[in-house]
């Protein structure tokens, strides 16, 4: 079964640190991987995706891939209490398909 | 670019009634749209994903005739659930996607169901 793994938090962490957030997969075929952010009781929103091995940057955003170890991280710099919020993690199987998302995690970035 | 926009975001009715749901691609060409349900605390549960002019294609658990879906252009899908109960009530949100990229979430549907 496909799955994407991530920790469930809540990760703490001070305003102006980089929050580290993490994400496994199982599936070795999936090309495609997207960070959306969920506030609460609001729905999710697109922060970045990464098809290519390596880091791709966007602002205070950078999305890491490593396919060999499949796995995804998304660093956020700088971090500011509006960042507080779930981030979910999902993989596309393939070229195409349902996105496979992980359960999120929690973050929490204290003033 | 790429907004999605969902109506209405809340829906309060009394149990038995039929509720539909919209999901408008704003600025781009949806060649498929999701519908996910979301409990409170919970992560996203996909419902059913829909290409334009095809029957919707649901998740194992999900009743077809109690959630219909409808996909008739590239721009609007609707949801409808048909003689809601109060376990019905959750928060629905749809996403939008062109050719399989990234999907664009609408912001959701609050439904409660007395």
């Known amino acids: 079964q496909k799955e994407v793994e991530q920790n469930s938090g809540p990760l703490s962490v001070p305003e102006g640190a980089i929050a580290s957030l993490n994400c496994t997969y199982s599936d070795r075929g999936s090309q495609s991987f997207f960070w959306y952010r969920q506030y609460s009781g609001k729905s999710p929103e697109l922060i970045m995706f990464i098809y290519s091995n390596g880091d791709k940057e966007d602002g205070r955003f950078t999305a890491q891939l490593n396919k060999a170890s499949q796995y995804v991280s998304l660093l956020i710099r700088d971090s500011q209490p509006s960042d507080s919020a779930t981030y979910l993690c999902?993989?596309?199987?393939?070229?195409?398909?349902?996105?496979?998302f992980g359960k999120g995690t929690k973050l929490s970035v204290k003033p | 670019g790429a907004v999605v926009s969902q109506h209405p975001s809340r829906v309060i009715c009394k149990s038995g009634t039929s509720v539909k749901i919209e999901c408008r691609s704003l600025d781009f060409q949806a060649t498929t749209m999701f519908w996910y349900r979301q409990f409170p605390k919970k992560s996203l549960m996909l419902m059913a994903t829909s290409n334009e002019g095809s029957k919707a294609t649901y998740e194992q658990g999900v009743e077809k005739d109690k959630f219909l879906i409808n996909h008739a252009s590239l721009t609007l899908s609707t949801l409808t659930v048909t003689s809601a109960h109060p376990e019905d009530s959750s928060f629905y949100i749809c996403s939008a996607s062109k050719d399989w990229g990234p999907q664009h979430f609408g912001d959701g549907t609050r439904l409660s169901i007395l």
């Open positions: 999902a993989g596309l199987p393939g070229s195409q398909g349902n996105l496979i």
